[in-house]
Nanobody, 118 residues
């Protein structure tokens, strides 16, 4: 299984980015699909998640600016708008599930840098 993020980069405050998490060896429809971010100063933060049934959770810090979506197969996305300097971080995608019999599967991408600066 491999997850690969793309779409990060350097943008100015107020601009937008779309991150993509592409999966190989995995179908996302039975996984929680999550986006985390991390800076050297902070712990890894859950930014957005979408559950197999479609329930979406967005962190308060990005509510109204970030959205998560996916095709439930090979890709899911993080749409980021009105970006702020404090959104600067390495963004990681994660797919996680616990089966009915207790087996846990947890996969991570390598991360993509998002830098918001004027």
């Amino acid at each position: 299984v491999r997850l690969v993020e793309s779409g990060g980069g350097l943008v100015r405050p107020g601009e937008s980015l779309r991150l993509t998490c592409a999966g190989s060896g995995i179908i996302f429809d039975t996984y929680d699909q999550n986006w985390y971010r991390q800076t050297p100063e902070k712990q890894r933060e859950l930014v957005a998640s979408i559950a197999p049934g479609g329930t979406v959770k967005i962190a308060d810090s990005v509510q109204g600016r970030f959205a998560i979506s996916g095709d439930n197969k090979k890709n899911f996305y993080l749409e980021m708008s009105n970006l702020k300097p404090e959104d600067t971080a390495v963004y990681f995608c994660n797919a996680h599930r616990i089966t009915n019999w207790g087996a846990e599967y947890d996969y991570w991408g390598q991360g993509t840098q998002v830098t918001v600066s004027s």
